[in-house]
């Protein structure tokens, strides 16, 4: 894929994506740990969550490199992970409400997630309208 119209990718898009492959590795590491039980936090794991989150920071390296490159889908696809977590914290919150074991933790790693990609998607797409 090409980039945008010729365009190079802003400093602020180069930095969402910095944050959003940094957040994608923290991610792979984390989940992987607790997956392969080399970590054992203290607080009610849900493993469908923890494949979720470890799927998604895969995804999510793809989508920072694509944001560095300037492709032009990244920032759809950031829109849409930035979606994917929006829905899944609803989950969470609905599944915390109802009396289900939902760790504080998984809520604001969820609610922070969803922040840095809504922010990569809104920098992308600001990014490759602004005029060069």
């Known amino acids: 894929m090409a980039r945008v119209s010729g365009q190079r990718t802003s ?9 959003g492959g940094v957040f994608g590795v923290a991610g792979m ?3 992987t740990r607790v997956l392969s039980g080399l970590d054992v936090p203290d607080y009610p794991v849900l ?10 920071s895969a995804v999510a390296l793809v989508v ?9 889908w990244a920032a759809y696809a950031a829109m ?9 914290l609803v ?4 599944l915390r409400v109802t009396g ?3 760790a504080n933790d998984s809520l604001a790693a969820m609610g922070l997630r969803t922040s840095v990609w809504a922010l990569a998607a809104w920098t992308a797409s600001r990014s490759s309208r602004s005029p060069r």
């Open 11 to 19: 400093r602020s898009q180069r930095a969402a994506a910095l944050v």
């Open 29 to 31: 590491v984390a989940g």
């Open 47 to 56: 493993r469908w969550l923890v494949v979720y989150n470890v799927v998604t």
């Open 64 to 72: 920072a490199v694509a944001l560095w490159r300037g492709r032009r």
């Open 80 to 88: 849409g992970l930035a979606g994917a977590h929006a829905l899944v």
């Open 91 to 94: 989950g969470l919150a609905a």
């Open 100 to 102: 289900s074991g939902v």
